[in-house]
């Protein structure tokens, strides 16, 4: 297994107020439940992750540059890498989730934009606070 954190599989991703959730078009955090569009199809390769929807086949992830941040993540037709690591509380079980193509090392948190649902952002770590952690649990 060597530097993979996590399996191969199909899991929910529980962070800061509820689930990763593909919701027409957007990623979005909404309350749990068992729709398919809250599982994501979790792969490693060459030491990155790619998260895959199940019900819509988005990846967590934009297009465009990954040097830019985003206020709200839309999800992409194209595989998007992450890096996952411990996060700050040196809990096993909760993750940072960090872009791959980032040469600043965005990560994948809460949006600061105030709109319902909650949005996530791609940004600088710290930029609004300390970056969001995740769960990853197997479905």
Do not use: C, H
Not at 65 to 72: E, H, M, S, T, V
């Amino acid at each position: 297994m060597g530097d993979q954190l996590v399996p191969d599989g199909t899991y929910t991703v529980m962070g800061p107020g509820g689930m990763l959730t593909d919701l027409d078009g957007a990623i979005v955090v909404f309350q749990p439940g068992e729709e398919k569009n809250q599982q994501w199809e979790v792969k490693f390769d060459s030491g990155t992750y790619t998260l895959r929807n199940m019900a819509t086949g988005a990846y967590l992830g934009n297009d465009g540059d990954p040097n830019q941040g985003a206020l709200q993540v839309k999800g992409t037709r194209q595989p998007y890498t992450w890096k996952l690591s411990t996060g700050n509380d040196d809990s096993e079980e909760t993750l940072l989730l960090t872009s791959a193509a980032s040469q600043d090392g965005l990560v994948l948190t809460n949006s600061p934009l105030r709109i319902y649902p909650p949005q996530l952002a791609i940004l600088p770590p710290d930029k609004f606070g300390p970056p969001a952690e995740w769960v990853l649990a197997r479905v």
